[in-house]
């Protein structure tokens, strides 16, 4: 393994990849490991990629892609074909991928066809929901895995359960908890985003959603817009947007305007992300990494989903499963606003980075979590 000086191809794509990856890149360079970053450019606007190695201060990559925007198959294809070229020249001793990705799917299949070993940071999260392409990437990526690194216990029983061999899999957290203790002081202290807004703090809601099964299909975008709306109206606070471009085609094309109580902006950097999800009142979402970080930053959310392969937020209490009616949406928001919290973190103490580094350059046999 690495330990004996080989090397390390962390492969990312996106921006949540980039952000969970940032503190294992800062555990390979804090160790000297021999590792390098290979981006297959599957988001690419500055917004979505850039900034957020700026914004985390981040190696440039050494390869990027540039494969953003194809479709399906055109994407994971020409994706699959350049990484094995580099991973052939590179000769690296395990790729590293995070989380359920085309990325992260072609990033092992790659690797696997190679007979290079693979590691999977976010193993084991499952939705059951096989509609998603992330589930099946998911199930793809984890059975073909070496080291599983497990972020919570239920996702480590998913992987016993489904058979995957005691020692490939460690429960090491998550290392979105890292990204958050890493980031949080220096995005109080560096962002003026709410002076921009013109907010204070807990006076907005602040809404994310881009997922392909809910904003590609028009009438659950329709839903989703028109929840925000009733949200807005009763608790008479502006809901804070920013907008993922996936999301922003879609209003286009679908003729949608957005409804009055909602701020649409653009995507926002890390630091002034957390800063605005650190202060919000409440968190709208169907993205994975907010409802983690709305139950580390001891937010309520509300989960514009059907499910959720996170289901330890549910379980604490902060996070609730609306779907994407619009009265459902409201009468959720006012469920969870008003809830008991018992605040659990169940995503881990801010040091999962190391120890995924460490069972990496121990060959995978760290389990002292
Ligand atoms: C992808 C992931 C999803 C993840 C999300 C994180 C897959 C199947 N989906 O979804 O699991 O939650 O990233 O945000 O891998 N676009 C731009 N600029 C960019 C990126 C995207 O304009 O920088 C537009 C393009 O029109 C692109 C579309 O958004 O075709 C969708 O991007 P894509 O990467 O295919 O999927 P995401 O919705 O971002
Ligand atoms: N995020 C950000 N700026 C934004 C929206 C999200 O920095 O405008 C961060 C957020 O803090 C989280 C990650 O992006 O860490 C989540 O990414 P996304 O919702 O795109 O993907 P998912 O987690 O659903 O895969």
Not at 227 to 241: R, W
Not at 301 to 328: F, H, M, Q, S, Y
Request: aromatic share 6%.
């Amino acid at each position: 393994m690495p330990a004996s000086g080989g090397k390390i191809a962390i492969i990312l794509g996106t921006r949540p990849e980039i952000i969970k990856m940032s503190p294992i890149i800062r555990a390979c360079k804090k160790r000297g490991l021999n590792y390098f970053i290979l981006h297959t450019g599957q988001h690419y606007s500055y917004e979505m990629d850039k900034k957020f190695f700026e914004d985390l201060e981040i190696r440039k990559p050494k390869y990027n892609l540039n494969v953003g925007g194809h479709e399906y198959r055109k994407q994971v294809g020409l994706m699959i074909r350049e990484i094995m070229g580099i991973l052939a020249k590179e000769g690296p001793e395990v790729v590293l991928v995070q989380g359920d990705t085309n990325s992260v799917l072609a990033g092992a299949l790659a690797a696997n066809k190679l007979g290079i070993k693979i590691g999977h940071h976010e193993a084991g999260l499952r939705s059951h929901d096989l509609t998603m392409l992330e589930e099946t990437n998911r199930i793809i990526t984890d059975h073909i895995s070496d080291f599983l690194f497990a972020p919570t216990a239920d996702a480590f029983k998913n992987l016993k359960d489904e058979g995957i061999a005691d020692d490939k899999a460690s429960l090491t957290g998550n290392t979105v908890v890292d990204a958050v203790f890493q980031n949080l002081e220096l995005a109080n202290k560096k962002s003026d985003i709410l002076k921009k807004l013109n907010l204070e703090g807990k006076d907005y809601i602040l809404a994310t959603a881009h997922r392909a099964e809910n904003v590609d299909i028009e009438e659950r975008l329709k839903g989703i817009l028109e929840g925000l709306a009733l949200v807005a109206n009763d608790f008479n606070l502006p809901i804070i947007y920013p907008i993922h471009p996936r999301t922003l085609n879609n209003i286009k094309k679908f003729g949608f305007k957005i409804p009055p109580g909602v701020r649409a902006i653009s995507p926002l950097g890390y630091l002034d992300f957390l800063r605005l999800e650190s202060k919000a009142n409440l968190i709208i979402t169907d993205s994975g990494g907010l409802q983690e970080e709305a139950c580390i930053l001891k937010i309520p959310c509300v989960t514009i989903r059907d499910n959720t392969e996170r289901p330890e937020t549910i379980k604490a209490g902060v996070n609730i499963l609306a779907g994407v009616e619009p009265n459902k949406i409201w009468q959720s928001a006012k469920k969870i606003i008003k809830s008991r919290k018992k605040w659990i973190n169940p995503f881990g103490d801010g040091r999962a980075a190391e120890r995924i580094v460490g069972a990496l350059a121990s060959s995978g046999k760290n389990k002292d979590y």
